[in-house]
Every structure is written in structure tokens, then in C-alpha cells.
């Protein structure tokens, strides 16, 4: 019948809950090496790279890893139709689509375009507040930032909601996707700084392929490998291999080889099927 809802502005310093900090992993041993062991309850983390690099699949490994310590989720998606999504995790060893059937994750597609930031900041609160989600996945703050134009109003919101969340104790990822593939990267906004971790995807060429990098160019709570890993996206899901300490230039796109022989992951079709 129509009406009006008011959804109020979301002040973090109001919501305080009492938790255990501990160090949560990824559940894939060369990830979790590269983050210092992992990552600290109660923070958050940011996920940037080029399309297609396999931002989301990092997130959802740590929904993945939840799930297995029998805690819940929260996924909020605004860039890819659930089924699609569905399907291609599956693929992988992710079967986010069974985890929602058992109840043990909340994942919804938005529409940016019929959303406020207000609604949805309320919409992850009630699911951290009564779902008593411990990870919350957003996938992608470029969609976020379709409902809020202006950037300043978005960083705002964002901040607010990584407090809140941060002071809940839960853990959130959010993706950013970065214009171009390989040279420099531009983003549509600057939220780096507002993340506890930041974790870096890039594509690089060597060998006549494009393959893929990770690193963690910053974390605010201990430390983490000041390094550079390739890694595969299979049926087996990731795969990351030791860091390329024979290469530089890895993160521009095109590495040079400056010390021994580097071994490099054994490519197969079934990375560029997962492309």
C-alpha cells in the first residue's frame, strides 16, 4: 500500500560489543602465510585488482572457512546474478548455494539502483544483529557506490560501517574492481586507507601466458610476508605457490628476471576456463 521508511544514520561509536580477538585463516596454508598468519577477528579487509583476477573467490574462501568453524555469514552481491555465482563457486569447492539451504550463510543480490546507503547499512546490521553473522562479504564497493554518486558521501558510509561491524566483532571483505589489466591500476575510489588489510591481485605475463599475482601491501594489526605469490584458480579452488623472489616488476605487469631460475606454477586449460 506504499509508506514511508526511515532508515537512521548508522553511528558506530553507539554499538560496542565485547570479543575475542583471535586470528582467523583462510583455511589455504600460503595464504594465511602471506597474511602473517591471517586475519584478526573484528577487522576489516579490502580486496583490489583488475576484473577477473579472483577478488570474490578470496573473500568467499574465508565465508568457506566460517562456515567449516560452524560461525555464520552474510554475502551481499552487486555485480553478478546469484545463480551465476552459484554455479562458479561450485566449480571451485565453494557450494555457496548449499551453505545457504543449511542455513549457514545469508546471500542476496542487490540492485543498486533501488537501494540507499541508509537501507543498506540497516540491511547488514540486521544480519550481523539477528543472523549473528561473523563474516560479512561485500562484493563490490563499485556497486555500492553506484547507490551514492558523490565519492565523499560513500567513504563516509563505508567508514561508519567498517566501525560498526569492526566493533561487533566480525569480519568484513569488500572487493574493489580497478580499471585496466596490467600497468598502472586506477579505482573509482580511494578506500584503502579505511581497511585494516589491503590485498593486491594483479595479472602479469611471463612465459607467453597471463598469470596471476597476490600480495598484501598492508595490514594494521601484526605483521605479514612483504611478498609477491603467484596463484591458480582451478577446480580445486586456489592454489598459491612460493613468492617470486627471482622477478621484479611482477606488479606492473611485465617482471624481468633478476636472480635464479624461477619456478613458476604449471598452467593448465582449466585456468583459463576459470579466467
Known sequence: TGGVSVFPRLRAIEHKTAFDRAILKSGIAEFDDLLGGGIERGSSTLLIGPAGTGKSLFALQFVAAAVKRGEKAAVFIFDEELGLLFSRTKAMGIDLEKMRDDGAIHIEQLDAAELSPGEFSQ??????ATFKAGTVVIDSVNGYQASMPEENALILHVHELLQYLNRQGANTFLTVAQHGLVGDMKSPVDVTYLADTVILLRYFEALGRVRRAVSVIKKRTGRHEETIREFR??????????????????????????????QLLELSNEDESHS
Open 123 to 128: 540491511r547488514v546490521r540486521d544480519r550481523v
Open 233 to 262: 584458480i582451478t577446480d580445486a579452488g586456489l592454489t598459491l605457490g612460493d613468492p617470486l623472489s627471482g622477478f621484479q616488476g611482477v606488479l606492473r605487469g611485465v617482471p624481468t628476471l633478476v636472480g635464479e631460475k624461477q
